[in-house]
C-alpha cells in the first residue's frame, strides 16, 4: 500500500473551507496561426494520452479505518475527464485584470476529495494584443492540485510530463494494460493491519530523529545573536535595527495581513525580465531570491503605510526551503520552512537589501544543520481531530485577529525552465503561480522563471486585500528602483542577450497598468552626496548619488499616502 507520507497528510488534515489547501498555477498560450479546432477537447486528447506519465492524475485517496493511520493512494478506475478538465470563457474585452479576477474566484473552492485530487480550466475569450502574431489567438491554462499531492518542484515535474518543448507533441510510449488483479481492493481487517504496522515503523523512526529534531527547532525559533553566524568574508554589516537572520523577534509585528482569512480568495500577476532581476543580484552581490524579497519588502513597505501601519520591528518572509535530493522526482511535499527578516524598517532601497542578504544567509545555515534531522513521515493516530480541530478553533475564535504572527508573509521562488514549452501544440507564455494564504498570513507571494522572465503570483484573502493589485504595482515601482540604483556597466550584455521574442510576448498584455511613480529631479554635483562603499558589494561613490522615488519614500511617523486614505487604518 502506498501510505501518504506524514507531511502530506498534513495539509489534508489543515484544510478547512476557509483555508483550501491546494496549489495551481495559471498559463497564458499562444495558439498557432490559423487555428480552428476546440483547444479544450485538444487538451483532454493530450492529458489521456500521458495520464499515466504522472501518478497523480490517476490515483485518489483512501481514508484509513477509524483514521489509525494517514490515507493511502488507490487507483481510480471512473475517472472523468470532462469533470477534471473543464472550460469556460471570459466577459468582453477579457484582459487580464478579469482573467485574474476569475482565477481568484476558481482558487476559492476546495477538491472533491472523492475524486483525484487535481483540476485543469481551459479559459477561452482572452485579450489577444494588437502586435500578436498575425492570425494567433489566446487561451489561459489554470490549473490547482491538492498539496497533498505534491509540492512547488513536484509540479514542475508534474509539467514535464505534459509539457513539450515544441509545437508537435512528442511521441509517448502508451500506458501498460492493467490486469484484473492489479486492481485496488482492500477489506477493512487488511486496511486496519496495514494502517497499524504503519503507524508502528513511523513511531520508530520519529522516536529515532526526534531529539535532534527538537534541538533543531528550538535553534530556528529562537532569535537569533546579534552577529550574523557564517556572513560571507567581506560582506556588509546587517543595517542598523537588523540584528542576525532575525534580530531579537521571536513574532513579526501586527499588521493588517496578519488576520484571519475568509474562504475567497484575490490573485494578482505581472512578469519582469529576468535578466533585470540577474543584473540587480550581480551589482548589488546578493542573490535573486534576495531581489525578490527585497522586492516585496519594498513594496508592503509602502502599501502598509498607506494603511496607517508603520511597524517598529521588520516584517518576517516564511521562505520554503526544498528537502528534495538532486534527481528526486516523486510527486510529494519534501520542503520545510525558513524565517528571514525583510529588513522593512531600513528605509535605504540597498541597505535594505543588503541587510535580507545576511538574515537570509544565517536562516540558510539553520535550514541546512536541520536538514539532515528532518523527517517527511510521522504517525498519524489521532492527528485528524487533533490537528483539524485546532485549525477549526483557531480560525473561529479570530485569534490570528489578535495574536502576533510567526511571519507576516510566505515568499517562494521556484526554478523554471529556461526555454519555451508547448502543450497539445499551443506555445506556453507565462508560468504564473497560484498558492495558499492561511490564517494570520493572508499574503503569499510566489514566482516562478520561464523563459527568461520571472512570473510573480500573488494570492491573497480578499477580504484582507481587496487591493492587491495595487501591491503589485509598489512592486513593480520596487523593481524599477532598485534597477535604477544598480550601475547599468555591471551587466549590460547580459540584458540585451535575455531580449528574447517570449520575453517580449510576455510583457504585451502586463496583468495591470503599471502607475509610474513621480520620480525626483537628479541631484547636482554640489547637492549630491556619496556614500560611503561597502567592500567590494557597492558601486562606487559616483554612482551612489541618488534620490529615491517619491513613490516610494516612506516617512517615519505619519506617513503621506500617495493615493485616498482608505476607510481602514491600523495602528503598528
Known amino acids: 500500500m502506498d501510505h501518504l507520507g506524514g507531511i502530506d497528510a498534513s495539509f489534508l488534515y489543515l484544510?478547512?473551507?476557509?483555508?483550501?489547501?491546494?496549489?495551481?498555477?495559471?498559463?497564458?498560450?499562444?495558439?498557432?496561426?490559423?487555428?480552428?479546432?476546440?483547444?479544450?477537447?485538444?487538451?483532454?486528447?493530450h492529458i489521456e494520452r500521458r495520464m499515466h506519465l504522472a501518478p497523480v492524475f490517476q490515483r485518489k485517496l483512501l481514508n484509513m479505518p477509524f483514521e489509525l493511520a494517514n490515507p493511502v493512494w488507490v487507483a481510480d478506475d471512473d475517472l472523468d475527464l470532462e469533470y477534471h478538465i473543464r472550460s469556460t470563457v471570459l466577459p468582453k474585452p477579457g484582459n487580464r485584470a478579469q482573467l485574474d479576477n476569475l482565477v481568484g474566484r476558481l482558487h476559492s473552492s476546495q477538491l472533491d476529495r472523492s475524486r483525484?485530487?487535481?483540476?485543469?480550466?481551459?479559459?477561452?475569450?482572452?485579450?489577444?494584443?494588437?502586435?500578436?502574431?498575425?492570425?494567433?489567438?489566446?487561451?489561459?491554462?489554470?490549473?490547482?492540485?491538492?498539496?497533498?499531492?505534491?509540492?512547488?518542484?513536484?509540479?514542475?515535474?508534474?509539467?514535464?510530463?505534459?509539457?513539450?518543448?515544441g509545437p508537435v507533441p512528442r511521441t509517448v510510449r502508451p500506458a501498460p494494460p492493467r490486469r484484473p488483479m492489479d486492481h485496488d481492493t482492500y477489506g477493512i481487517a487488511e486496511l486496519t493491519g496495514a494502517g497499524l504496522k504503519n503507524s508502528l515503523v513511523q513511531a520508530a523512526r520519529l522516536a529515532r530523529a526526534l531529539p535532534a529534531m527538537l534541538r533543531s527547532t528550538v535553534q530556528m525559533l529562537r532569535p537569533a545573536p546579534s552577529e550574523t553566524p557564517g556572513a560571507e568574508a567581506g560582506a556588509p554589516a546587517p543595517a542598523k535595527g537588523v540584528k542576525g537572520a532575525i534580530g531579537n523577534q521571536w513574532f513579526g509585528p501586527k499588521t493588517p495581513i496578519n488576520v484571519s482569512v475568509t474562504n475567497q480568495r484575490i490573485f494578482s500577476s505581472f512578469s519582469i525580465p529576468l535578466a533585470e532581476i540577474k543584473h540587480i543580484a550581480k551589482g548589488q552581490g546578493v542573490t535573486l531570491?534576495?531581489?525578490?524579497?527585497?522586492i516585496c519588502s519594498g513594496a508592503l513597505r509602502h502599501y502598509l503605510a498607506d494603511l496607517g501601519c508603520v511597524p517598529t520591528e521588520p516584517l518576517l518572509a516564511g521562505v520554503p526551503v526544498s528537502l528534495r535530493e538532486k534527481g528526486n522526482t516523486e510527486m510529494n511535499t519534501q520542503a520545510s520552512m525558513m524565517r528571514v527578516s525583510l529588513a522593512s524598517t531600513v528605509a535605504d532601497p540597498l541597505e535594505r537589501l543588503q541587510a535580507i542578504r545576511q538574515s537570509s544567509l544565517a536562516a540558510k545555515a539553520m535550514t541546512a544543520s536541520m536538514k539532515s534531522v528532518m523527517t517527511m513521515d510521522f504517525p498519524s493516530l489521532g492527528a485528524?481531530?487533533?490537528?483539524?480541530?485546532?485549525?477549526?478553533?483557531?480560525?473561529?475564535?479570530?485569534?490570528?485577529?489578535?495574536?502576533?504572527?510567526?511571519?507576516?508573509?510566505?515568499?517562494?521562488?521556484?526554478p523554471g525552465p529556461k526555454f519555451a514549452l508547448y502543450m497539445a501544440g499551443a506555445k506556453m507564455l507565462t508560468?504564473?503561480?497560484v498558492s495558499i494564504v492561511g490564517h494570520s498570513m493572508a499574503l503569499n507571494v510566489t514566482v516562478q522563471s520561464y523563459n527568461g522572465s520571472l512570473d510573480f503570483g500573488l494570492t491573497a484573502c480578499r477580504k484582507a486585500m481587496p487591493d492587491l493589485p495595487e501591491l503589485a504595482r509598489y512592486m513593480q515601482a520596487t523593481h524599477e528602483e532598485l534597477l535604477k540604483l544598480t550601475p547599468a556597466a555591471v551587466a549590460e550584455?547580459?540584458?540585451h542577450a535575455a531580449s528574447t521574442e517570449a520575453v517580449a510576448a510576455r510583457h504585451r498584455a502586463p496583468a495591470h497598468k503599471v502607475?509610474?511613480?513621480?520620480?525626483?529631479?537628479?541631484?547636482t554635483?554640489?547637492?549630491?552626496?556619496?556614500?560611503?562603499?561597502?567592500?567590494?558589494?557597492?558601486?562606487?561613490?559616483?554612482?551612489?548619488?541618488?534620490?529615491?522615488?517619491?513613490?516610494?519614500?516612506?516617512?517615519?511617523?505619519?506617513?503621506?499616502?500617495?493615493?485616498?486614505?482608505?476607510?481602514r487604518r491600523t495602528a503598528a
Do not use: C
Not at 289 to 294: I, Q
Not at 527 to 538: E, G, H, I, M, Y
Open 384 to 414: 485528524p481531530w487533533l490537528i483539524g480541530g485546532l485549525v477549526s478553533l483557531y480560525g473561529r475564535s479570530r485569534l490570528a485577529n489578535r495574536m502576533p504572527p510567526v511571519v507576516n508573509v510566505a515568499i517562494s521562488n521556484v
Open 431 to 433: 508560468y504564473y503561480p
Open 289 to 294: 531570491n534576495d531581489v525578490v524579497m527585497a
Open 15 to 45: 484544510e478547512t473551507p476557509e483555508m483550501p489547501m491546494h496549489v495551481g498555477g495559471l498559463n497564458i498560450f499562444e495558439l498557432p496561426p490559423g487555428y480552428k479546432g476546440e483547444f479544450v477537447q485538444d487538451v483532454r486528447r
Open 515 to 523: 502607475r509610474t511613480p513621480a520620480r525626483a529631479k537628479p541631484a
Open 493 to 495: 550584455p547580459a540584458r
Open 116 to 165: 483525484p485530487l487535481w483540476e485543469f480550466y481551459v479559459i477561452e475569450g482572452v485579450e489577444t494584443p494588437p502586435d500578436a502574431p498575425k492570425g494567433t489567438r489566446r487561451v489561459a491554462f489554470y490549473s490547482k492540485v491538492h498539496h497533498a499531492a505534491l509540492d512547488g518542484e513536484g509540479g514542475a515535474v508534474l509539467a514535464q510530463s505534459i509539457m513539450d518543448l
Open 525 to 567: 554635483p554640489k547637492k549630491a552626496v556619496a556614500r560611503k562603499p561597502a567592500a567590494k558589494t557597492r558601486p562606487s561613490p559616483k554612482t551612489t548619488a541618488r534620490k529615491a522615488p517619491v513613490a516610494l519614500q516612506v516617512v517615519a511617523g505619519q506617513p503621506k499616502p500617495s493615493r485616498p486614505a482608505r476607510t
